[in-house]
């Protein structure tokens, strides 16, 4: 971990991608202690915010196709051995996350990749499921896009906020402290979203079955 903690302590555009796309593989690089140090040297003039952002969505798309690709041509019993194997554990998987977010997918359908990227414990691993369910590749793509970026641009805001509150020696214990809130509020903008894409559906499917009867 000695090479991540080096690229955490030069933050550039290129290491920001190659850190999101190891987050969104199998790698437990902790965006937030990614995205928001950027942004908060981004408002200090160092890098610009909104390219912090898009080569961290980038980064995180490319991360999540490795695994939507690993899954989708090795199948389920190869994820689990290598979740259970030696290798793994130093990975921070278990089979049980993995089940975790199968079960995640199952509930929610495809728009899982979408929220899925914005709840912790499951973001990095959303692909999977979608890989094993053989979920239309540019869909899951545009999701996750949607998602990470989502993701990434509350983290940049909460970065940029702290440059003008938090000195540099105290931005990690910050982001620590801040990241409660950020997952809460974030968790609720989930749940209003699952909300309303059940709704959404259920009145397209009321409205199907309206539309077969007249006829």
């Excluded at 290598?82 to 199952?106: H, P, T, V, W």
């Amino acid at each position: 971990m000695s090479i991540i903690s080096s690229l955490l302590n030069n933050l550039n555009y290129s290491t920001i991608f190659l850190l999101m796309l190891l987050e969104s593989t199998v790698v437990p690089v902790p965006s937030e202690l990614v995205v928001a140090p950027a942004a908060y040297h981004s408002a200090g003039g160092n890098l610009n915010v909104i390219l912090v952002v898009f080569f961290a969505t980038i980064g995180a798309d490319v991360g999540a196709s490795i695994n939507y690709f690993v899954a989708l041509y090795v199948g389920r019993p190869v994820i689990y051995r290598f979740a259970n194997s030696k290798l793994g554990k130093m990975c921070l998987l278990n089979q049980e996350k993995i089940e975790k977010s199968e079960r995640y997918f199952d509930d929610h359908g495809i728009i899982a990749t979408l929220t899925g990227r914005l709840i912790p414990g499951i973001r990095h691993l959303i692909s999977l499921p979608a890989g094993l369910a053989r979920m239309n590749y540019w869909k899951f793509l545009l999701y996750t896009t949607i998602g990470a970026g989502c993701w990434h641009a509350t983290l940049a805001a909460m970065g940029w906020y702290m440059h003008a509150i938090v000195p540099e020696d105290r931005l990690e214990s910050s982001i620590k402290e801040y990241n409660h809130y950020i997952v809460a509020v974030i968790l609720g903008l989930v749940a209003l979203m699952v909300v309303y894409f059940f709704i959404k559906g259920m009145l397209n499917k009321k409205g199907k079955i309206n539309h077969d009867e007249s006829h």
